[in-house]
């Protein structure tokens, strides 16, 4: 299984990025995929997930409102799209996939290598 995470960069406060995550080596379809983050120092912590549908997502409350998780399943690809972007959401961003009950906690099958997001003020 392998989880390519993609995506990330610079940009300036207020500014927008995209994240992706391409998936293979497993059916894409059937599992709950979710995004966690880690920034310097802290621990990893949960940004965003969708149920294996699409039809269900959820949000930490650090980012409602400003990022949206989507996903592809007929190209296997989960999406991160953050928007109003602030300095602390600085962070490594990892994608994540889960055979079973979204979890917030970091209690996943599959990792991705992350992708660093950096974001000046």
């Known amino acids: 299984v392998q989880l390519q995470a993609y995506g990330g960069g610079l940009v300036q406060a207020g500014g927008s990025l995209r994240l992706s995550c391409a998936a293979s080596g497993l059916t894409f379809g059937s599992y709950n995929m979710a995004w966690f983050r880690r920034a310097p120092g802290k621990e990893r912590e949960f940004v965003a997930a969708?149920?294996?549908?699409?039809?269900?997502?959820y949000n930490s409350d650090s980012v409602k409102g400003r990022f949206t998780i989507s996903r592809d399943n007929a190209n296997d690809i989960v999406y991160l799209q953050m928007n109003s972007l602030k300095p602390e959401d600085t962070a490594v961003y990892y994608c994540?996939?889960?055979?079973?009950?979204?979890?917030?906690?970091?209690?996943?099958?599959?990792w991705g290598q992350g992708t660093q997001v950096t974001v000046s003020s």
């Open positions: 969708i149920v294996a549908s699409g039809g269900i997502t």
């Open positions: 994540a996939a889960r055979w079973g009950l979204i979890k917030r906690r970091a209690e996943y099958d599959y």
